[in-house]
């Protein structure tokens, strides 16, 4: 199974602070045809995960802007530019180019 | 307005078979590219994507639980539904059903608790 290595795994931060969140996979998520399945979800204490992040950089619906993602091959990171308190809770990335899909460990976002 | 939500026993004995069902509005799975995935979330192993129905009623599951997972769906009710045989205590979790919708997981369920415990 492809592992996901999250860091750090707990992250302090301000109102304000831009943040960002590493996630290394143990094997490339480029497939055959060009697509790299890589995710990004934020699940607040209580919730069921939410979508950030897919295919590595594109935004999903209704997620603010100050969300961003990139890399390629093994190598991914989350940006936050600008934390917000709605943004506290646990950050997963998550690969499907390779079955089973994987998660990472998670990385808790809290306020200093 | 897409809406999943997860239903299960909440706890069962050693052995014994979980059923769970996911009943969902706001799509339909006989849609081309949708699909229904689960996934669980234990305070040991994080999160673990199960299994996944397809629109064509492809079926395709985590090795690592070998044969115990069964995935079915009624696309005329809109529901879609886990079995999982010889239950453990490490199976204990919060189980979610999600919506994948051609590219991603876009849409959860609240998650059902399940305990198994003698």
């Known amino acids: 199974d492809v592992v996901l290595t999250q860091t750090p795994s707990t992250l302090s931060a301000t109102i304000g602070q831009s943040v960002s969140i590493s996630c290394r996979s143990s094997?490339?998520?480029?497939?055959?045809?060009?697509?790299?399945?890589l995710y990004w979800y934020l699940q607040r204490p209580g919730q069921s995960p939410q979508l950030l992040i897919y295919?590595?950089?594109n935004l999903g619906s209704g997620v603010p802007n100050r969300f961003s993602g990139s890399g390629s091959g093994t190598d991914f990171t989350l940006k936050i530019s600008g934390v917000e308190a709605e943004d506290l809770g646990v950050y997963y990335c998550?690969?499907?180019?390779?079955?089973?899909?994987?998660f990472g460990a998670g990385t808790k976002l809290e306020l200093k | 307005q897409v809406t999943l939500k997860e239903s299960g026993p909440g706890i069962l004995q050693p052995s014994q078979t979980l059923s769970l069902t996911c009943s969902f509005s706001?799509?339909?799975?006989?849609?081309?590219?949708?699909?229904v995935g689960w996934i669980r979330q234990s305070s040991g192993k994080g999160l673990e994507w199960l299994a996944n129905?397809?629109?064509?009623?492809?079926?395709y599951y985590n090795p690592s639980l070998k044969n115990r997972l069964t995935i079915s769906k009624d696309t005329s009710n809109n529901q879609a539904f886990l079995k999982i045989t010889n239950m453990d205590t490490a199976d204990t979790a919060t189980y979610y059903c999600?919506?994948?919708?051609?590219?991603?997981?876009?849409?959860w369920g609240p998650g059902t608790m399940v305990t198994v415990s003698s």
């Open positions: 999600a919506r994948w919708d051609y590219w991603y997981f876009d849409f």
């Open positions: 706001g799509f339909s799975l006989s849609t081309y590219g949708m699909c």
């Open positions: 129905i397809w629109w064509n009623d492809d079926k």
């Open positions: 094997q490339s998520l480029l497939d055959s045809a060009g697509n790299t399945y």
């Open positions: 295919l590595v950089s």
């Open positions: 998550m690969q499907a180019t390779h079955a089973p899909y994987t």
